[in-house]
Structure formats: structure tokens, C-alpha cells
């Protein structure tokens, strides 16, 4: 993280923090952790089109582990994502 840009903002309804990477550091953020001491991280995925994916893989499996490995790859695709909704593709 590059600390000197790295941003809080606190009302009284919700808090955002605003991270920056680093110099050197590219490709997108898969995950992220929080809580009130190292002890007790809390683990958040980022919505990408793979986080999205291996999500899907692991609620779907059962209903999909019986077909072929082609068949049982769905199209996933990550259409809009606000503050309020999700929204996703599956074929």
C-alpha cells in the first residue's frame, strides 16, 4: 500500500477507506481482510468475473460435478457492479 495516499472518510451512517497501491504493483486486488486486531480477520473477496467463478464453482458443484468437465463450465460474466446491486451473467 502506499501509505501516504490512502484516504478515510467517516459519517455517521458508513466509513470508507480508500487504499492505493504501491508503485510497481499492478493487477487487481482478489481479496481483502478487516476486523479490530490481526486476531480476528475477517476475509472479503473483491467481485471479479474469477472470484465470481470460484464462488459459483463451490455452491454449483453438486448439480454440476455429474456432467462433463465442458458441460460443466459455466459462462460467467460480471455486467455491473453499484452500491446497491450485483449484477451477473450465467450461461
Known amino acids: 500500500l502506499a501509505s501516504p495516499e490512502t484516504s ?12 492505493t497501491k504501491a508503485p510497481g504493483c499492478t493487477g487487481p ?8 486486531d490481526a486476531s480476528a ?7 471479479s468475473e474469477e472470484n465470481v467463478d470460484g ?6 458443484c453438486p448439480s454440476f460435478c455429474s456432467q ?3 458441460e460443466s463450465q459455466p459462462l460467467i460474466e460480471v455486467l ?4 446497491d446491486r450485483i449484477q451477473i451473467r450465467l450461461k
Open 29 to 36: 486486488w482478489e481479496k481483502f481482510c478487516f476486523g479490530l
Open 80 to 83: 455491473d457492479v453499484t452500491e
Open 55 to 60: 464462488f459459483l464453482g463451490t455452491v454449483l
Open 8 to 19: 478515510v472518510s467517516v459519517s455517521a451512517h458508513n466509513a470508507a477507506v480508500g487504499l
Open 68 to 70: 462433463s468437465p465442458l
Open 41 to 47: 480477520l475477517q476475509e472479503r473477496l473483491f467481485v
